[in-house]
């Protein structure tokens, strides 16, 4: 069995794929902060709802009707969206360095969080592997 076959490692992999994507985003808007006119961009959140249900053909059951009903769409994995920045300089930026350098800060403790995550599955693997 390919390691890539098991969904909780290709979400994994999608999800770090995202963050590399989001901090190329993220220094992109660092380094045009003085450029006027520059609205920074930001990654929608990952949503991987849709493809948890459709990798084991497992979903849920609304058996109450106080329960939250997941909405899945079939959106592209990474969409982009206008950063919401408070603040616009005199030329019309937007680019904030702080509210950046937290993005930035943020996306590199979810990144290695993954990792991590990724990094110990494997390991957990590789145990079961040698005990059989």
Not at 18 to 30: C, D, G, Y
Not at 35 to 45: A, C, I, Q, R, W
Not at 81 to 94: D, G, L, Q, V
């Given at each position: 069995?390919?390691?890539?076959?098991?969904?909780?490692?290709?979400?994994?992999?999608?999800?770090?794929?995202?963050?590399?994507?989001?901090?190329k985003?993220?220094?992109?808007?660092?380094?045009?902060?003085?450029?006027p006119?520059?609205?920074?961009?930001?990654?929608?959140?990952?949503?991987?709802s849709?493809?948890?249900?459709s990798?084991?053909?497992?979903?849920?059951?609304?058996?109450n009707?106080?329960?939250?009903?997941?909405?899945?769409?079939?959106?592209?994995?990474?969409?982009?969206?206008?950063?919401?920045?408070?603040?616009?300089?005199?030329?019309?930026?937007?680019?904030v360095?702080?509210?950046?350098?937290?993005?930035?800060?943020?996306?590199?403790?979810?990144?290695?969080?993954?990792?991590?995550?990724?990094?110990?599955?494997?390991a957990?693997?590789?145990?079961?592997?040698?005990?059989?």
């Amino acid at each position: 069995m390919n390691i890539g076959d098991l969904p909780v490692f290709n979400l994994l992999k999608e999800k770090l794929n995202w963050h590399q994507a989001r901090q190329k985003l993220l220094a992109e808007n660092v380094a045009n902060a003085d450029t006027p006119g520059f609205v920074p961009l930001d990654l929608k959140p990952l949503d991987p709802s849709g493809r948890i249900v459709s990798l084991g053909g497992i979903g849920t059951a609304a058996t109450n009707r106080a329960h939250i009903v997941a909405s899945l769409s079939g959106s592209s994995p990474f969409p982009l969206e206008k950063s919401a920045s408070w603040e616009t300089s005199p030329s019309a930026n937007a680019v904030v360095l702080e509210e950046q350098m937290m993005k930035v800060t943020e996306n590199q403790m979810d990144y290695q969080l993954a990792t991590t995550l990724y990094s110990r599955g494997l390991a957990l693997l590789k145990t079961a592997v040698r005990s059989a």
